[in-house]
């Protein structure tokens, strides 16, 4: 790790005028110094002061801090940015990259938070929000900025609870992070730096879903329903409004005044761009020119996608055509190509994955051999292969993470990529898995 330092030398009798260039700075790699000694974070976290004199002073110039420090240098430490300011320090973890999704821009991986909120199939508990916060701010620091919601996530009056939390972390996170980076606001003070782009790029993009409740029969309704979505999160607008499936299977009628509510949603300017949630090929295609129509941007269609589901080639084709990206949910099949669960060990009784993955795992034993020997041979986990290969199709996986454990697991899956052999050796393994993972029930055709 490269540690930076920087001396300010104060004239006993300066009087430079404010804004006047009378500073003389001296950068030196203490890497190659070893006698100079060095300020680390914990040192800023212990004397907040300094940096809040520099911040408060700078409209004054630096000159006039004489009378505050009597000895001539003023010594200021630069620790290693976590944004990469100026390039001062280097970061071990890989940063998740960014990919289009239609008008707009978001990280090459996500986060899904079905599970924030959901007592029935991820036990969860509100004690569990502090651990659920470590992993959200484990996978921002990362670069991860799109988060999967729904107005429906959470069991019963827990119903939003996860775009509660959404909104909730991100004010922390940003609170937190701050604070953190009043270190930094020195070197933007002396160099002119201006991060303005990578803070935008690191912004947080929550696209959440409508469901499409029986009542939710007008334009109007997913236009409240936004606004509902949007005071939960305590936000002005969402970066991508999506319908959470299609009624198209049981309640055609309905299917028009959803479309016509979602694009409504775009034109009251809640949202940057719109979406949709299991949809099949043929669904998305007609979705697609309606939106056209109405001038309204599809940024992502997101389907059940991973090693164990069907029709995969399909919804990544016509994604294409429409010119939006493929949002890969359940990239581990609620957790069975993760290796942690067989038949001996399944999840416990009463959850409804139970029964599902008894069904499933002796089909799908050969396909979880084959991801275990590719992990083996690239050194990584058999989620992070699973993940992998969701983005080398192409698409972006949003795993959930409800503690610190699960999101560096997560995180694992980025800064390589599986190669061309490996993904087809697991391509012709999850051919040949009889029975595949079963598809949601909204999902169309």
């Known amino acids: 790790m490269v540690y930076w330092m920087a001396y300010i030398p104060v004239s006993e009798q300066a ?50 801090m004489k009378p505050i420090f009597s000895k001539s240098f003023l010594f200021v430490a630069l620790v290693q940015s976590v944004n990469g300011l100026v390039g001062f320090g280097t970061s071990s973890r890989a940063k998740v990259g960014r990919v289009s999704a239609g008008p707009i821009e978001i990280s090459s991986l996500g986060c899904g938070t079905w599970s924030w909120g959901n007592k029935l199939l991820w036990d969860y508990d509100p004690s569990q929000d502090e651990e659920i916060y470590r992993a959200y701010r484990a996978v921002r620091n990362a670069g991860v900025t799109i988060f999967d919601t729904a107005d429906s996530y959470g069991t019963f009056e827990l119903n939003g609870r996860a775009e509660i939390l959404l909104g909730q972390f991100e004010r922390r996170y940003l609170e937190e992070s701050t604070s953190t980076n009043t270190q930094f606001d020195l070197g933007r003070m002396m160099f002119g730096i201006n991060n303005t782009a990578a803070s935008k790029q690191n912004k947080q993009q929550v696209a959440t879903k409508f469901a499409p409740y029986p009542w939710r029969i007008t334009s109007g309704s997913l236009v409240n329903a936004a606004k509902e979505s949007l005071k939960r999160l305590e936000q002005d607008k969402l970066s991508v409004a999506q319908l959470h499936w299609s009624t198209q299977n049981y309640q055609p009628f309905q299917e028009k005044a959803l479309w016509e509510g979602i694009a409504d949603v775009y034109d009251a300017g809640l949202c940057e761009a719109v979406g949709i949630s299991n949809y099949g090929p043929n669904q998305l295609q007609k979705f697609s020119q309606r939106m056209q129509e109405r ?48 038949v001996d060990n399944l999840p416990k009784p009463g959850n409804p994955r139970r029964q599902l993955f008894r069904e499933l795992l002796p089909g799908a034993s050969p396909l979880l051999r084959t991801l275990k020997a590719v992990a083996d041979d690239v050194g990584k986990t058999q989620s992070q292969v699973a993940i992998n290969w969701a983005m080398c199709k192409g698409t972006v996986p949003i795993p959930g993470a409800r503690n610190l454990v699960q999101a560096e697991e997560n995180l694992g899956a980025i800064g390589w990529s599986l190669s061309k052999a490996a993904v087809e050796e697991l391509d012709i393994a999850s051919a040949r898995v009889s029975k595949k993972m079963i598809e949601n029930i909204f999902q169309t055709k």
């Not at 070893?34 to 520099?54: A, F, G, I, M, N």
Request: aromatic share 6%; with cysteine; proline share 6%.
């Open 295 to 342: 001038d309204v941007p599809i940024a992502i269609a997101q389907v059940q996608y991973s090693l164990l589901t069907a029709r995969n080639n399909e919804i990544l084709d016509s994604c294409n055509e429409v010119g939006c990206r493929l949002i890969s949910y359940s990239p581990l099949c609620l957790g069975l190509l993760s290796g942690k669960y067989n």
């Open 15 to 64: 009087k430079t005028p404010p804004h006047t260039s009378h500073v003389n700075i001296n950068i030196q790699n203490t890497k190659h110094n070893p006698r100079r000694s060095v300020l680390r974070r914990d040192s800023y976290e212990k004397h907040p002061t300094l940096t809040e004199l520099l911040e408060t002073r700078h409209q004054q110039g630096f000159a006039e």
